[in-house]
């Protein structure tokens, strides 16, 4: 029998191996795809703070560093941010998770790739689609927005359309202002959600919008009158990929009895931006840790993954409740009006104000791994 049995081998995953691991407890990671997608469906922007606590440098991933952002909101105004005192990236994440798996294999952590999870007996024993069985004394889930070990518990994880974040996106070939970011909020090309441009250097971009589910649009034609609004219709695509992300509340309770949740399985996802992957790193090696505690009998509940988390829940939560009350276009761009206009003037007499909060409050979250 495993200590810890993780399903999912994305970064949520992989990290949760790799911090259980490193306590000497037993782990088995399955993971259903043979390798990481490449190119990775994710935008691939992330704060400097987290750049950090990866360590990129050390493993040689590409990143392409950010300092300005400019914003559209719908075709009313555009505002224009430089980030002077931290910085955003773009960077590989196909790199990056392959690194995590090489490394939760270096840990002599038991990968199971190209293998589907096809039941599971509680409390121990996962199935697998060759008919392997598997058992663990803590089970992981890391399996994303299916939260396959909720559906076979029978828990509620069905979500409401609205609550589902519906994204496309293309890897662009172009010409493109390498420093700068662009996001669009609302119409035309992103209703109720934004668009984004991230470039990953001077001559390719992840290109895509995402919006809420239930609303009717071709997002194929969207796309490309969005790329050719931001290339000047001179580009060439070079693939695109969907993919969807909770964008609901996160479970008020991230534990029951032997099983955890972590990233999107445990909707640890802004809900209004649809951005996950610092919130992945985090769950993931904050409950590796917590259950590799618990399996030394370090401390007496998996509970404390829950109450630790805390603040982070409650903050999603905040602004789950706040995405809620814009019911209409005018709520809306009032709203996003209103914080963007706060936003730049904040930005013009206190420099560097609100990069210095928000990057306070990402790192307040990263020191979770450093407890236990």
Same mark, same amino acid.
């Given at each position: ?87 955003? %990236? ?249 914080? %963007? ?32």
């Amino acid at each position: 029998m495993y200590d810890v049995i993780i399903v999912g081998g994305n970064l949520s995953g992989a990290y949760a191996a790799i911090k259980a691991s490193e306590y000497g407890v037993k782990c088995a990671l399955i993971e259903r795809h043979t390798e990481p997608y490449n190119p990775a469906h994710c935008g691939e922007g992330i704060a400097d703070v987290v750049v950090n606590q990866l360590g990129l440098d050390n493993i040689g991933c590409n990143k392409n560093q950010i300092d300005r952002i400019k914003l559209n909101l719908s075709n009313i105004k555009e505002y224009n941010y430089k980030l002077s005192k931290h910085k955003l %990236f773009i960077i590989n994440r196909n790199h990056l998770e392959k690194h995590l798996l090489e490394k939760s294999k270096n840990s002599d952590v038991d990968i199971f790739l190209g293998r589907n999870v096809v039941d599971f007996n509680p409390p121990y024993e996962i199935i697998l689609d060759n008919n392997k069985k598997l058992k663990g004394k803590i089970v992981i889930d890391a399996s994303g927005i299916a939260c396959r070990i909720g559906n076979k518990l029978k828990l509620n994880t069905k979500l409401k359309p609205e609550d589902v974040g519906i994204c496309i996106q293309s890897r662009v070939k172009g010409s493109f202002q390498k420093n700068c970011i662009h996001l669009w909020y609302h119409k035309p090309y992103a209703p109720f959600g934004y668009a984004w441009l991230f470039p990953i250097d001077s001559n390719t971009a992840n290109i895509g919008f995402g919006i809420p589910g239930g609303i009717k649009l071709d997002f194929k034609k969207t796309l490309l009158n969005y790329i050719n609004f931001e290339t000047n219709n001179n580009y060439e695509i070079l693939n695109t990929f969907r993919s969807c992300v909770p964008m609901a509340p996160p479970m008020k309770k991230l534990s029951r009895n032997n099983i955890m949740f972590v990233g999107d399985a445990a909707r640890l996802v802004n809900p209004a931006t649809g951005a996950g992957i610092h919130f992945a790193i985090i769950s993931g090696g904050f409950a590796g840790k917590i259950a590799a505690n618990f399996i030394k009998g370090k401390i007496k509940s998996l509970d404390s993954y829950t109450d630790e988390m805390q603040c982070i829940i409650r903050r999603l939560e905040k602004t789950y409740r706040n995405k809620t009350k814009l019911r209409n276009d005018e709520e809306f761009v009032s709203a996003y009006k209103k914080a %963007f206009s706060k936003l730049n003037i904040a930005n013009k007499i206190l420099p560097g104000f609100f990069q210095n909060y928000v990057a306070k409050r990402l790192q307040n979250d990263i020191n979770l791994l450093e407890k236990y």
